[in-house]
């Protein structure tokens, strides 16, 4: 069995859910290794786009901005935000956009803006950037995040990104354009959505981790399902293409976080 | 002939001298004429051919970055060019903080290293922005500390809706209508504008509801861009990002520039133009206006500089450090340039073909 670390397993499964041919936003950092890793394995003709203009991305090194020149050698096209965010991304030609957050709710919906009361904030996080507009108008949406229970929250301090919102109806009241999250991937688990209540449901626990560890580390109710899966593990060969694609360790160093 | 071999930073102090002396004489002569004459004594660089070019085509806008600088009263409002690592008008941020602008209220998508500068030091106290961090470096320190102690405050927009707004700006509509932000806070919560923060609506034409975002125009847009000639057409590298709708929306222009070309090279190339020069009020030309950051073709970022940056801003004596030594710790760009080094900036420099 591959030794691997929590960060190049992520990576792994986030891999997974990028199908060929599909439009993706990959941004930076995990998300984006992640759907390199999918284009060097099951999937060589998705579509890498980054939100600053470029289109179908081949980058040599890993770009630590969206708009990185690391981004350009390769593309196919390099224009701007409108283009991507507009033309693509509104018109409902993306697949699959990537998040992380900093908090999210039970049906999904991400905080990336403030920690603590809006009057008064505690933290003021980096803000939507794009991720609204992803998390509004693509066909579906993939969250990455660490496992920290003071993450997995009953209220939002701050709701930037649209999830499935309150449940069943309400993206389709804000006549959103996508399709909403489908899955959170986790350093314990991968989580789904009950199609009935658009709620999260545990998908499979990792290697290690038991059903228990995952409700201990959560502050809302979770639906079970009767049985749950083990995560597949990656293979060497995965590990290997993301330090290829990472050589310099700039995203895979970071173990954990 | 005999040609001697000047260091580098000589040679652009040189030509940095010659700008603000060919600039200033220009103007000068085109206030008693209106139409340029044969001058006693012309900028030896300066083509020969003027006394046949028309009074438009003559137009020469090019000032200093302190001049630049200087025509931005406090309180302003300015869209802010340059995304993400890419194009910051980082040079613009420090000659703002030496010559100790207040209470600016800055417009853009996401904006990083320049953003922490003038929130740090209350240049900015406003931000009509979607972003900001220091993206894979980690959050914005200065911002989160400046927005905890009440001292900034920061109107939250999406990157889509920031770009529709600048738009809406150039387009001289109110409004432009968008699908994102609705069912989110967002939408629901607000703070300096208030209720004229956006408004969702009904369409009148098929009913779905809509999100629509006001129309920006401030008093000025600052954009950086890789070239530019001396009438203000610019040439932009790589990706725009929001750029080309925020350089049209603003009552005034300024484009600060990497390289000055000439004006043939524009007409030889006009499809490269992004900006053309009936855009543009004023023309500041300066290397490496973007250290730390990067401008593709011409220079990487300084990934050294950014990791000290972002570790000294971590806590508010770091930050000051920063800023003394760094900004108000020397007397202009150049003076910036030199402390951090030419032998490292040099290093900086993008390889073919990469851009970086």
New interface residues.
Partial sequence: MAKYTKIEFLTAVASTHVKDGENVFGG??LPLLAALLAKETHAPHANLLS????IDARP?NVP??????????GSSA?????ET??FI??AGRIDVGFLGAAQIDEYG?LNT?YIGP?D??????????????IA??AKRLIIIMTHDKRKFVKKLD?????GH?EGPG??K?????GGGPSVVITDMCQFDFDPKTLKIRLMSVHPGVTVKDVLDNVMFDVIVPERVPTTKEPSQQQIDIMHRLDPHG??LAKGGE | MKFIVRPLEVILEEEHTLLQLSSRLMRRKAKIKGRLGPGPKKPHHLSERWQDLTESEIADKRITLEEAAKMVPDGSHLFWGG????RAPIAFAHELVRQKKRDLTIYT??SEVDLEIMVGTGVATHFD?????I???G??NN??RR??E?KAQ?E??????M??RF?GGALNVPFMP?????????V??SRYRGDKKLK?IDCPFTG???CLVPSAKPDFSVVHVQRVDQTGNAQID????????GARCGKKLIVLAEELIDEAEVRSRPDQTKIPAMYVSHVVVAPFIAHPM?C??YY??D?EHLQNFHKMTKTEEGWQDYLDNFILGVENHYDYLNKVGWDHLMGLR?KK????
Wanted: proline share 3%; with cysteine.
């Fill in positions: 930076t950092g939100e600053a203009g470029f040599k630590l901005s969206v708009a990185d020149s690391r981004y350009y050698y390099s224009i701007g935000l409108i965010l507009g991304l509104q919906n803006t809006f008064k904030p505690k933290v003021k996080l980096p803000g939507s950037g794009g991720g609204n507009d509004s108008s701050y709701l930037t990104s649209p919102l309400s993206r009241k804000w006549s959103l354009v700039i995203y | 995304f993400g690592f890419q998508c996401g922005i979607a972003f900001t961090a993206e894979a470096l959050l914005a911002m989160r927005v905890a009440g920061v939250d927009y999406s990157n889509l809706a770009a529709m738009l968008i699908r994102s932000m609705m069912g989110t806070d967002l629901r919560l969702v779905e509801k809509i790589g990706i725009v990002g929001e750029d080309l709708e990067m593709h073709n990487d970022y990934l993008a073909p990469w851009g970086y």
